[in-house]
């Protein structure tokens, strides 16, 4: 059975950082292309960093270009999102994501994914959720 678990939301102050963990069983991170994506109510989900896993590249959402960052640890099978100088809007509930379908060519595309209707991600994780907040 597959399963992608976050961990590492909470309540964090403006200008604070958290950092969301993302661990894998049943399948081998490296085979995939990963995410974290996010999601507020009312909202759609949106792509907030992305990893294409052919070469490794990344991708950041301008909302949290210079302020995120992703990383992954094949040992552990993980991938993790640094998140610093928070701002009230980073409030949302973190999803991680896994998928190889051919239609993603880059780690954009990967983040883009939920823009496109009836695409299914392979895998998703039950999310962990983010308050920033004074």
């Known amino acids: 059975q597959v399963q992608l678990v976050e961990s590492g939301g909470g309540l964090v102050q403006p200008g604070g950082s958290l950092r969301l963990s993302c661990v894998a069983s049943?399948?081998?991170?490296?085979?995939?292309?990963i995410g974290w994506f996010r999601q507020t109510p009312g909202k759609e989900r949106e792509g907030v960093s992305c990893?294409?896993?052919?070469?490794?590249?990344?991708y950041y959402a301008d909302s949290v270009q210079g302020r995120f960052s992703i990383s992954r640890d094949k040992t552990k099978n993980a991938v993790y999102l640094q998140m610093n100088s928070q701002k009230p809007e980073d409030t949302a509930v973190y999803y991680c994501a896994a998928d190889r379908g051919a239609v993603i060519t880059t780690a954009q595309t990967m983040c883009l994914m939920t823009k496109i209707v009836n695409y299914d991600m392979d895998y998703w994780g039950k999310g962990t959720p983010v308050t920033v907040s004074s």
């Open positions: 049943g399948i081998n991170l490296e085979n995939y292309h």
């Open positions: 990893v294409f896993s052919s070469d490794g590249s990344t």
